[in-house]
């Protein structure tokens, strides 16, 4: 299974973005797919998170409004739509993959993940 994040760049405070993770290898259909963020020198920041199958969502409490996740099962991607970004997520987006059960927000029990792509937002 790989994961293949892209979509990230550079933004002014409030503009939006939207990240993608596609998927191969094999379809993900038990399991939960997530995206996570990073600065340098802090802990890996659980975003935003989507069970494959349908139904339950997720989302970190500082992207909570802003921040949408949905997937499309034809072409085995999920996204992230950024909206009203602010300085403060600018970071390093990770997607990650891991069967459904395990913890959503924990990302040490992620079984797969994306290579990352950068988000910058200026003020």
């Known amino acids: 299974v790989q994961l293949q994040a892209s979509g990230g760049g550079s933004v002014q405070d409030g503009g939006s973005l939207r990240l993608s993770c596609g998927v191969s290898g094999r379809a993900l259909s038990n399991y939960i797919m997530a995206w996570f963020r990073q600065v340098p020198g802090k802990e890996r920041e659980f975003v935003a998170a989507i069970k494959v199958s349908g139904g339950s969502i997720y989302y970190g409490d500082s992207v909570k409004d802003r921040f949408a996740i949905s997937r499309d099962g034809a072409k085995n991607t999920v996204y992230l739509q950024m909206n009203n970004l602010k300085p403060e997520d600018t970071a390093t987006y990770f997607c990650?993959?891991?069967?459904?059960?395990?913890?959503?927000?924990?990302?040490?029990?992620?079984?797969?993940w994306g290579q990352g792509t950068q988000v910058t937002v200026s003020s």
């Open positions: 990650a993959a891991v069967r459904y059960g395990s913890s959503w927000y924990v990302w040490e029990d992620y079984e797969y």
